[in-house]
């Protein structure tokens, strides 16, 4: 008979387990059996909850997303003016846990991912127009009808951060990275300012 209420602790442990698997071995090529063991379960388990393979690598990449979307709301409840909510997306984006190496490795497989799993492909599309709308929307009093444009310039720069990270042996320094996009920012709007 089936314990209570462990579907979701069990589902926990498995994405948690999906996320540090493909962080530590570097590709989405992690068996399910290989996540299950990470996880303190079996396989069988494994798929009960989720079905396949590909169903725990999409709830792990919404994981992922989920956690980046917390991060950036509590920053930009903190931020008064635009310019400090574009600062507070930049932060958000590098800070813990979503900026450690094994999230960052996990983070570029998903991008590989998302050019054959259609639901990844549409976790990706959601999550890039997110990221230069909300950026764009705290960039229209900074930078007027330039803000689209130096929003998705600094989306890219922050997405490169990451692919940057991913191919380095030390570990991520979100501090640097919010850094090098911040004065991208700065560049930018001296830019809309002359």
Request: charged content about 20%; overall charge positive; proline content about 4%.
């Amino acid at each position: 008979m089936p314990k209570l209420g462990m579907q979701p602790i069990r589902r926990d442990a498995l994405i948690k387990a999906t996320i540090e698997q493909i962080g530590e071995k570097g590709t989405t090529d992690v068996t399910v059996a290989q996540i299950a063991r990470a996880a303190g379960m079996s396989s069988a388990l494994a798929h009960h909850y989720f079905g396949s393979k590909s169903d725990i690598l999409v709830e792990a990449m919404r994981q992922i997303l989920r956690t980046y979307g917390d991060l950036v709301r509590g920053a930009l409840v903190q931020a008064q003016t635009p310019h400090e909510r574009v600062q507070a997306i930049i932060f958000a984006s590098f800070a813990q846990p979503n900026f450690d190496r094994t999230h960052v490795v996990a983070w570029m497989n998903f991008y590989v991912l998302a050019n054959v799993e259609p639901r990844a492909a549409r976790l990706l599309r959601v999550y890039q127009r997110r990221l230069r709308s909300n950026l764009a929307a705290h960039l229209r009093p900074l930078s007027g009808a330039r803000a689209m444009d130096v929003a998705k310039r600094l989306a890219a720069l922050i997405d490169g951060l990451y692919l940057y990270h991913s191919l380095r042996a030390e570990a991520p320094n979100g501090a640097r990275a919010a850094e090098h996009v911040n004065a991208a920012l700065r560049a930018e709007l001296a830019l809309c300012a002359s």
